[in-house]
């Protein structure tokens, strides 16, 4: 294979979803064909969270690999873990396009995709077909049209299904791009939801006999008060982990660039800062009483070990791929071993 760094001239010539999807694509074709190399997570510090035992810290992070289609190739990366979704219960196409635009002189990305996936069922046989038998993480949405106030009902059909199939799920109820969703982060509402998932949760351990550990997807874009509510709903709800952040809202730093100020949620390097004080505030509120997974900027080894130095036990990697490439994962073990 050739290296990044020769093809990712040809990669930015392209639109970029143009370019992620023929790179999903023949991903996808490569693992069907059985030629995609074994799974062999990078020898790295060893992590014990959630109830599970990651070979290293380093994770692929949620939107990546939207319907599981490229799991068997993402897994020769390195990675100790993969993420895939977000999944809705019904396939939905997402926003208009254009709908992601990179950001290069900032190493930022904007995205207003709006949780374009082929719906959870697909997903589910994908993973059925996959090879992989490593740590999957399966990330839950809410479909677009589905009223803010019946959004607990799309994430227990999510849950019912991935359940079986899933090493933990995450909750995503911090994307920018679905209209209202943040309002779930707010205390009555965050409170039912989680109230509702940990009791479903629960019938679904007892019904397969397997705990599915239950992680949620926070935003960057939280206030003191906002951070130390999150933390003691999931206390209470004893919810297994609790992932920082998805995009920002933010323009500070990419404004004046051209796209800088696209509709949608900025992730890359520019949220570095924002994402990693979320994970400081949290990890005072939370006293270690759950684990943080840290996602946010990670654009090399070094951002990967501030995380972790932060308060996280794990941290997840997407958009720094874009502009390093695979290396990225291992550079990242490395630094965190």
């Known amino acids: 294979m050739l290296p990044y760094c020769l093809l990712k001239p040809f990669v930015f010539a392209l639109d970029p979803e143009t370019a992620h999807e023929m790179t999903i694509a023949g991903m996808k074709a490569l693992g069907r064909s059985g030629l995609a190399p074994a799974a062999r997570p990078l020898p790295g510090r060893r992590v014990a969270v959630m109830g599970l035992d990651f070979p290293n810290p380093v994770g692929m992070a949620a939107g990546l690999d939207k319907n599981g ?41 904007i995205n207003r995709m709006g949780f374009n996936n082929h719906g959870v069922d697909a997903l589910v046989a994908n993973v059925n077909a996959a090879r992989f038998k490593g740590i999957l993480g399966i ?14 009902a799309d994430y227990l059909i999510c849950l019912d299904k991935v359940y079986a199939h899933a090493s933990y799920v995450t909750v995503n109820i911090s994307s920018p791009n679905t209209k209202n969703l943040r309002q779930l982060q707010g205390d009555a509402e965050l409170d039912a939801l989680l109230g509702a998932l940990k009791a479903r949760q629960a019938e679904l351990a007892q019904n397969h ?52 100020n696209e509709t949608g949620g900025l ?25 943080i997974i840290a996602a946010g900027g990670i654009t090399d080894g070094a951002r990967a070990k501030a995380k972790l130095e932060a308060g996280a036990a794990l941290v997840q990697v997407y958009s720094g791929l874009i502009y390093r490439g695979p290396q990225l994962v291992k550079e990242c073990v490395v630094a965190t071993r």
């Open 69 to 109: 289609d490229a799991i068997d190739v993402l897994a020769g990366w390195g990675w100790g873990f993969l993420e895939i979704g977000t999944v809705t219960p019904r396939p939905q196409p997402g926003n208009p396009k254009p709908r992601l635009f990179r950001l290069p002189e900032a190493m930022g990305v």
């Open 139 to 152: 990330n839950i949405g809410k479909n677009f049209d589905t009223p803010i106030e019946n959004a607990a």
């Open 209 to 260: 006999g397997r705990y599915v550990p239950l992680a949620l997807k926070i935003a960057p874009d939280l206030d003191d008060a906002q951070i130390a509510g999150i933390a003691d709903a999931l206390r209470r709800h004893r919810i297994d982990g609790v992932i920082a952040t998805n995009t920002t809202l933010s323009r500070e730093g990419v404004e004046h660039l051209p796209h800088g």
């Open 267 to 291: 992730s890359g390097a520019p949220v570095f800062e924002k994402s990693t004080a979320v994970v400081k505030k949290l990890a005072v509120a939370l006293a270690g009483e759950l684990p």
